[in-house]
C-alpha cells in the first residue's frame, strides 16, 4: 500500500474516532439536559475536550502529510499544539475535572491519581519540546537552503 493512500486510511479511522466520541459526548450531555444523568458525570468529562482537540489536529496532520506537505512549516506548530492539547487534557483530568466535580457535589477528591492521564500530560509536554526542536531545525534548514 503506498503512503499516499496508508495516510487517507489513517486520516479517515482517526475522523471516525473522533466523530464517535463527538457522538458519545453529545448524547450524555442530552441525557444531563433531561435529567438523566447527574452534572458532575458531565464535569468529569471535561479533558474530553482537550483529548478531541489533540486527535483533531493530528487528523489535519495525517492529511498533510498524506498530501506531500509534512515536511512543511504546519509540522512544527501542529506538533506544539497537539502536545499543548494532551498536557492541558491530563491537568483537566487530574485537578481541574474532579475539583468542579467536587463543587457541583459537596464534596469528593481535590484531585484524582489517575497515572494514564498524567502519563498522556507528560508525552504532551515532551511534544512541546520536541516540536521546538523541530521548529528550530526548519529554520536552520532554511537558512542553509538559502546560502546553498
Given at each position: 500500500?503506498?503512503?499516499?493512500?496508508?495516510?487517507?486510511?489513517?486520516?479517515?479511522?482517526?475522523?471516525?474516532?473522533?466523530?464517535?466520541?463527538?457522538?458519545?459526548?453529545t448524547?450524555?450531555?442530552?441525557?444531563?439536559?433531561?435529567?438523566?444523568?447527574?452534572?458532575?458525570?458531565?464535569?468529569?468529562?471535561?479533558?474530553?475536550?482537550?483529548?478531541?482537540?489533540?486527535?483533531?489536529?493530528?487528523?489535519?496532520?495525517i492529511?498533510?502529510?498524506?498530501?506531500?506537505?509534512?515536511?512543511?512549516?504546519?509540522?512544527?506548530?501542529?506538533?506544539?499544539?497537539?502536545?499543548?492539547?494532551?498536557?492541558?487534557?491530563?491537568?483537566?483530568?487530574?485537578?481541574?475535572?474532579?475539583?468542579?466535580?467536587?463543587?457541583?457535589?459537596?464534596?469528593?477528591?481535590?484531585?484524582?491519581?489517575?497515572?494514564?492521564?498524567?502519563?498522556?500530560?507528560?508525552i504532551?509536554?515532551?511534544?512541546?519540546?520536541?516540536?521546538?526542536?523541530?521548529?528550530?531545525?526548519?529554520?536552520?534548514?532554511?537558512e542553509l537552503?538559502?546560502?546553498?
Open positions: 500500500m503506498d503512503f499516499e493512500r496508508q495516510a487517507r486510511f489513517l486520516a479517515w479511522a482517526v475522523t471516525f474516532v473522533l466523530a464517535l466520541l463527538l457522538f458519545a459526548l448524547v450524555e450531555l442530552f441525557a444531563m439536559l433531561r435529567g438523566r444523568m447527574d452534572p458532575h458525570y458531565l464535569a468529569l468529562r471535561l479533558p474530553v475536550i482537550f483529548y478531541l482537540w489533540a486527535i483533531w489536529l493530528v487528523r489535519r496532520l492529511v498533510e502529510i498524506g498530501r506531500g506537505r509534512g515536511h512543511s512549516r504546519m509540522l512544527a506548530p501542529t506538533l506544539q499544539q497537539t502536545g499543548i492539547a494532551l498536557f492541558l487534557g491530563g491537568i483537566a483530568a487530574v485537578f481541574v475535572a474532579p475539583w468542579i466535580a467536587r463543587v457541583i457535589r459537596g464534596h469528593g477528591p481535590v484531585a484524582y491519581y489517575d497515572v494514564a492521564a498524567i502519563t498522556v500530560g507528560v504532551g509536554l515532551a511534544l512541546v519540546v520536541v516540536a521546538y526542536l523541530l521548529g528550530q531545525a526548519s529554520e536552520m534548514r532554511e537552503d538559502e546560502i546553498v
